[in-house]
């Protein structure tokens, strides 16, 4: 089993049916409380997000976004990200913004005493 991440379809349905929900642009993000001591992540693009080498390529952008932020957030977590149509045209730089955004509007960034975050 991979660590870290929702491999199952029945996790993600779980995600889905108990998660609450947060949606920027270009990204809708389900979370939901796990009860362990670590985040999972799962990363889902529709196909009518174009063919399957630009819903790769989102996911990629994605996951690794997910990476740069994920020491930084609250653990006991299920999350699951789902790509919008706006994602094909992103950039590394727009998809760690809208990480970013997502993350923050999902209340999941640990909160650091006399850091003032912006």
Known sequence: MKKGRLTKNCEYRQVFACGASVATRGLVLYRVENGQIENRAGF??????????????????????????????????????????????????QAATEME???????????VSGKKSG
């Open 44 to 93: 889902v693009v529709s196909k009518k997000n174009g063919n399957a080498v630009t819903r790769n390529r989102i996911k990629r952008l994605f996951k690794e976004a997910y990476r740069y932020y994920a020491s930084e957030l609250t653990k006991g977590y299920d999350l699951v990200f789902i790509a919008r149509a706006p994602a094909a045209t992103f950039d590394f730089t």
């Open 101 to 111: 955004r997502i993350l923050k509007r999902g209340g999941l960034f640990k909160v």
